[in-house]
């Protein structure tokens, strides 16, 4: 036997308490209890201290219950805190079997399919318990099959197919177990009117004609599960059709008597499945008013000599009345029904947890394949269902199943697609709100529909504290016997109250006992802030656990002090009764005045660099020059813009010597940047500002401010350079181009202009020789003829 005092099941992960309500914060407070039982059962964040001199003056007893860190800081020692935890104890948690088909044939009541088996829960109101639940599908599972078919005339044809079933069934099942009985039923239905026709010979046989039909039944039990399918195709060989008048027929009495006639049946404690084979309707409950029967189904066995005897007595059972008793005596059901009643079916289907539908072909020759689909199809899924729970307790599910597939909700109840070994689990977290009326044990079941195997858990629940025990009866210590004491205070008996209940309830409301609880005549009864209880201020709790009121007349207070920074006391001291009670090295009426001048000190290890003051841990700087919180920065001394003008370009444009160390040496000062120079800070503000223009390696220049506003060192910066405007390229090449041009044409002028005067020159010349000449205009003194005559001296002519 194993225990575990942790809040979870050690295969599985915790939920942390935290995720409980959000108002635990409060709630301790708010509950006003009275005894550390009553405290425990608030919330899981409660506790009580039982240190006797705990309370303060005015304080009342209920103020022992508070959260555990409230406690702890009202200086409750964790040794007299009591804080009962829940825990829980696995009574019986054998291993899911791992097991072959061909490992040799197991007693169904060896095989494991659900781990754990029986659990032991304590239960403290607000904390959850959780544990993990198991599932693994067991090889060659025994199966149990019970064929229930309707033998009105109708289903005539079915019948012949259904005769041969039992070999052919026990032959296709082997695939899948090695263990397999099958029994078989019958139904018609009531047999009074108008159900059937009650005259004697339609009594004898119900149908017309020269059909030879059996008399009308309700409910036969044929055949009791068997592992023999020849005695099933043997008796089921013998039976005969009846009839009846209307069309629904009276299958659900017969699914009744089916589930809760087990002996009779012969269900063993493994896979049970009915198939309800039909091609009509279902009456239900409240339909036999019709034959007058109004006594409603009483849900018990009524087979004498396998015959139901009590259908001309007992209504019809509901639907709700049929899914409990199936589910009860774990029955999966199979309609096997034609496709003319699907739709009807298939709503019964959604109505009755892990039962399927099939269609049933005219004749039923498909009816072996419908079983094997529909039972793989049942038994793929898992889906889990409690016992109905106590007054107070809620339970959550969270499935992780096949690949990874995880639900919460009702999703968390069922895994889908399970093979054969396939393992999956599931985490159950049980929680009560509150203890039960008499406190005592109760036992709730999870189990998956379906299966026979189940966990069943007994929950304790924790509704007293374990000091509760040594609690002394009339003990003296409460005011001469008139309570017990218990847990370091005083539970007082009926018709006392009082911190040691020292007084009656009928004293309460007296005058002489209110005169003591004012601090003067001119005062509220208790200054207001609480209630006079024989003669002694019970001081109003807050809702916030925190704040207290406190004082023989409750005129103190812990949370009206002065603050600082939105924080009472400044967050460096503690307040008491209205007035700060500081922290050491802190003064001041609100503890906001630091006596530690280490925060004042310079680099050069003086007090405000001898430039201030040192007050409250800052500097008060006395030269107007300088600031900051050690007097060290002066924003308009020489030097600034330089110093900055690194840090300032490598920031603003991502340039310059330091843009590689940019964020480790440049993250002192906020970098605000603005479109232009006129968007830059003025000198005249409150505190001091240099205006600095730099100049980078490409001569372009960037403007920036520097100037430190109280701590806050600030850098407004424009956010484009000024550069200098580079040559415009098309201009220059259109002007060269143009003036060379423009001298060659100037050139060319010239030289025309000098071949002119030069020309003229030499014409004048020539006018000039030409009237100087001295031959005869006529005649070209140096003309010579080309012709030239030679004369024959030997010719005469003839």
């Not at 399918?229 to 009839?243: D, P």
């Not at 007090?607 to 500097?619: A, L, P, Q, V």
Request: glycine fraction near 8%.
């Amino acid at each position: 036997m194993i225990v575990y005092h942790s809040f979870c099941f050690p295969m599985i992960s915790c939920w942390p308490i935290e995720r409980m309500a959000v108002e635990v914060y409060s709630l301790c407070i708010k509950a006003n209890a009275k005894s550390c039982g009553e405290c425990i059962q608030v919330g899981a964040k409660c506790g009580w201290c039982m240190d006797p001199g705990f309370l303060k003056q005015g304080e009342a007893t209920s103020t022992r219950c508070d959260e555990l860190e409230s406690l702890r800081k009202r200086g409750c020692s964790s040794t007299k805190v009591e804080n009962p935890r829940g825990s829980q104890r696995a009574l019986k948690n054998k291993a899911v079997t791992n097991r072959n088909k061909g490992e040799g044939k197991l007693r169904p009541e060896d095989i494991t399919q659900v781990q754990p088996q029986k659990l032991t829960l304590s239960l403290r109101s607000g904390e959850p318990q959780s544990f993990n639940l198991k599932f693994k599908r067991a090889e060659d599972y025994p199966i149990d099959l019970y064929y229930l078919m309707d033998l009105s005339y109708s289903m005539k044809d079915d019948l012949e197919n259904v005769k041969n079933l039992g070999t052919h069934l026990m032959l296709e099942m082997s695939k899948i177990t090695t263990d397999f009985k099958i029994g078989f039923g019958s139904f018609v239905e009531k047999t009074v009117m108008p159900y059937i026709s009650t005259t004697p010979a339609k009594l004898l046989n119900p149908c017309t004609g020269d059909q030879n039909c059996t008399s009308p039944f309700s409910y036969k039990n044929v055949l009791k599960l068997t592992s023999n399918g020849q005695e099933f195709n043997t008796l089921v060989g013998q039976q005969h059709i009846s009839g009846n008048l209307d069309s629904p027929e009276g299958g659900f009495d017969a699914i009744m008597q089916v589930a809760v006639c087990g002996e009779h049946i012969g269900w063993r404690n493994v896979t049970r499945l009915l198939v309800f084979s039909t091609d009509a309707g279902f009456h239900f409950a409240g339909d036999g008013k019709l034959g007058g029967i109004v006594l409603p189904n009483d849900g018990k066995c009524h087979l004498e000599n396998n015959m139901y005897t009590m259908s001309h007595y007992y209504d019809y059972p509901s639907i709700a009345h049929l899914v409990q008793k199936l589910s009860d005596n774990n029955i999966q059901t199979i309609f096997a029904i034609t496709e003319e009643f699907q739709p009807v079916y298939k709503e019964l289907k959604n109505l009755i947890p892990k039962s399927a539908v099939g269609i049933l072909s005219a004749n039923s020759s498909n009816v072996i394949n419908l079983i094997i689909d529909a039972y793989n199809s049942l038994s793929s899924e898992v889906i889990l269902e409690n016992s109905k729970l106590p007054e107070g307790v809620t339970i959550m599910y969270q499935s992780r199943c096949k690949n990874g597939v995880t639900g919460e909700g009702e999703m968390g109840r069922k895994c889908s697609n399970i093979s054969i070994g396939d393992e999956v689990s599931f985490t159950i977290r049980i929680t009560a709100k509150q203890c039960p009326k008499m406190g005592k044990p109760e036992t709730i079941k999870i189990k998956p529909l379906g299966f026979n195997e189940e966990v069943e858990i007994t929950l304790n629940f924790i509704c007293e504290c374990d000091c509760h025990k040594d609690g002394i009866e009339n003990s003296d210590i409460c005011h001469n016997g008139n309570g017990t004491y218990e847990c370091g205070a005083c539970r007082c008996n009926e018709g006392r109250i009082g911190r040691q209940c020292e007084c009656s309830t009928n004293e309460v409301t007296s005058e002489d006992l209110d005169k003591s609880c004012r601090k003067d005549n001119g005062t509220d009864i208790c200054s207001n802030n609480g209630d006079c209880v024989c003669g002694t201020c019970e001081c109003k709790k807050r809702e916030n656990p925190e704040e207290r009121y406190s004082g023989m007349f409750c005129e103190c207070d812990n949370f009206n002090c002065d603050r600082s920074n939105n924080k009472l006391c400044g967050g460096h001291g503690h307040c008491e009764c209205r007035v700060c009670i500081c922290d050491a090295n802190w003064t001041g009426s609100a503890c906001d005045c630091s006596l530690d001048t280490t925060t004042c000190l310079a680099s050069n290890k003086q007090i405000c660099n001898g430039r201030g003051t040192c007050e409250c841990g800052t500097c008060k700087c006395t030269d107007p020059k300088f600031q900051g919180p050690s007097c060290e920065i002066c924003p308009t001394c020489p030097g600034v813009c330089t110093e900055h003008k690194e840090c300032v370009q490598c920031r603003a444009f991502g340039t310059g010597e330091k843009k590689d160390t940019c964020e480790r040496d440049c993250s002192y000062f906020n970098l605000i940047k603005v479109k232009d120079r006129d968007k830059l800070p003025q000198p005249g503000q409150a505190f001091p500002l240099m205006h600095c223009k730099e100049r980078d390696a490409n001569d372009c220049w960037f403007y920036y401010t520097y100037a430190v506003n109280k701590t806050e060192k600030e850098v407004h910066v424009v956010e484009t350079l000024d550069c200098p405007a580079g040559p415009d390229i098309i201009p220059i090449v259109a002007g060269v181009v143009a003036g060379i041009v423009l001298i060659g044409l100037a050139l060319l002028l010239i030289w025309k202009l000098l071949m002119i005067i030069h020309d003229r020159r030499e014409f004048a010349k020539f006018e000039k020789e030409k009237m100087n000449a001295k031959w005869d205009t006529g005649e070209n003194p140096i003309y010579k003829s080309a012709v030239t005559t030679v004369v024959n001296p030997k010719y005469e002519g003839k």
